[in-house]
């Protein structure tokens, strides 16, 4: 029996990775088995980002990589789906017509249609519902032996930050209805998965669209689901993140205590630029609210250094606004252009120069904040959800605590995924907490 093979290669954020699983998951209802190997794939998909040139670029350079086995095997079906193939759409075949089809944002639920009207018709096929269609049709990936898993809540935004693609090619905010999220997640729970991260632009705009419920409604559901010890979400925007939610993580059973806050810049000038939509004196009370009702918390954020007109005088009040927050952990960008974007056309582009000396000079300043927090857990035991061997050391096991901390320790016990463990800090560096596990006495 002939055994046909599916590979499918991510590129960009979570949701991308969510959508790859569901696509994955009607490849197989098809007869598709996985493979990691690109010369052994029937069907190729290249599941696309644009919010950065660089990562096109990249894309372009596996779609030309990927021409020489369209060459060696006729039969070989390559696709591009995603973000770029919403934003460029037939313009990519005349790019490479080795193309077989492009499908877009809001269509990866027609992957099995597009699969068999390729094999019959072997011309170009193009599925690009608007950016704003609402809600894609609804796909499960099988959560398999899955400790975690990804669940899309909503999709698309309405903010329209002066630097970013996504709601040109993901449309409008549409949030699914509160009753499918919480039925895949019962599902989830019944086969074994231990943690679930709910995926959104704006996960705190969810439920604007409906009235049903807002997100802190749904979070309050979705913690009463026996099974399911560790609620993550991603990603909030600081405007919407209001009194409701907190206090419903605060009062909850498994809602993790990690706020990922992305501030973007540390200057009023800035952020009017790019249309972020509120000041460092409101974005200062809520992280002061968030640590006063939640004091174990953890706060991180996104910063994008060299924006468009951003001056030595932007960049030290940046510095200074780093120093006074401490946040756990700073996710740090350079700015790049994106064409189809305001800043793109913006007077006073930042050089490459300046903004690498830039940003630095920022991460020496948080790589010193971030260990001095993680020094303080020294001596300090830790809740740890189980994740399995790290990479490098199958007897070095990692697992994160409800804030988001990697922690490492030897394995001297039966701990498995999924399975919740303490752990006492021994040594405390800046990404990372080792530790030992604190195993029960047997008695």
Same mark, same amino acid.
């Given at each position: 029996m002939i055994h046909y093979k599916y590979m499918i290669l991510t590129y960009g954020c979570q949701m991308n990775e969510s959508d790859s699983q569901r696509m994955g998951t009607q490849l197989e209802i098809l007869g598709y088995e996985k493979t990691l190997v690109l010369d052994e794939a029937d069907v190729i998909l290249l599941n696309t980002c644009c919010v950065r040139e660089s990562a096109e670029n990249k894309i372009y350079g596996k779609i030309g990589e990927i021409k020489h086995l369209k060459q060696a095997k006729h039969e070989l079906i390559f696709g591009i789906v995603g973000c770029m193939a919403?934003?460029?759409?037939?313009? %990519?075949?005349?790019?490479?017509?080795?193309?077989?089809?492009?499908?877009?944002?809001?269509?990866?639920?027609?992957?099995?249609?597009?699969?068999n009207d390729i094999k019959l018709s072997r011309h170009h096929m193009t599925k690009l519902a608007p950016a704003d269609g609402g809600i894609p049709q609804e796909v499960l990936p099988p959560s398999g032996n899955s400790l975690s898993v990804w669940i899309p809540i909503m999709y698309g935004c309405n903010n329209f930050c002066t630097y970013c693609i996504v709601p040109y090619v993901r449309g409008r905010e549409h949030s699914r209805p509160m009753h499918s999220i919480i039925e895949e997640t019962k599902k989830y729970s019944a086969d074994g998965v231990k943690e679930i991260t709910l995926l959104g632009q704006n996960v705190n705009s969810y439920g604007k669209d409906m009235p049903e419920g807002d997100f802190a409604d749904l979070l309050y559901e979705l913690d009463k689901i026996d099974g399911i010890e560790r609620i993550r979400y991603m990603t909030s925007h600081p405007r919407d993140?209001?009194?409701?939610?907190?206090?419903?993580?605060?009062?909850?059973r498994h809602i993790c205590t990690h706020f990922h806050l992305p501030v /973007?810049?540390?200057?009023?000038?800035? %952020?009017?630029?790019?249309?972020?939509?509120y000041s460092l004196e409101y974005y200062r009370k809520l992280a002061e609210k968030v640590r006063k009702a939640i004091p174990e918390c953890s706060l991180?954020?996104?910063?994008?250094?060299?924006?468009?007109?951003?001056?030595?005088?932007?960049?030290?009040?940046? %510095?200074?606004?780093?120093?006074?927050?401490?946040?756990?952990?700073?996710?740090?960008?350079?700015?790049?252009?994106?064409?189809?974007?305001?800043?793109?056309?913006?007077?006073?582009?930042?050089?490459?120069?300046?903004?690498?000396?830039?940003?630095?000079?920022?991460?020496?300043?948080?790589?010193?904040?971030?260990? /001095?927090?993680?020094?303080?857990?020294?001596?300090?035991?830790?809740?740890?959800?189980?994740?399995?061997?790290?990479?490098?050391?199958?007897?070095?096991?990692?697992?994160?605590t409800s804030t988001n901390k990697i922690v490492l320790w030897q394995k001297n016990g039966t701990e498995k995924a999924g399975d919740i463990l303490n752990v006492r800090i021994t040594h405390p560096q800046t990404w990372i907490l080792k530790g030992e596990a604190q195993y029960a006495k047997e008695k």
């Open positions: 919403q934003k460029e759409g037939e313009a %990519l075949f005349k790019r490479a017509p080795h193309i077989d089809f492009v499908l877009g944002t809001n269509n990866i639920h027609e992957l099995n249609n597009i699969i993140l209001n009194d409701k939610v907190i206090e419903t993580i605060k009062n909850s /973007q810049y540390g200057s009023d000038r800035i %952020l009017k630029a790019m249309n972020r939509g991180t954020t996104d910063l994008i250094i060299g924006f468009p007109g951003e001056t030595d005088a932007d960049f030290e009040q940046m %510095l200074t606004f780093l120093r006074q927050m401490r946040y756990d952990a700073a996710y740090t960008f350079l700015y790049s252009k994106r064409s189809g974007t305001p800043a793109a056309t913006m007077d006073n582009q930042v050089s490459d120069s300046v903004k690498k000396n830039r940003l630095n000079q920022l991460m020496s300043i948080q790589n010193e904040i971030s260990l /001095q927090i993680n020094e303080a857990f020294i001596n300090k035991t830790v809740q740890v959800m189980v994740e399995g061997p790290s990479r490098t050391d199958a007897s070095v096991y990692t697992g994160r």
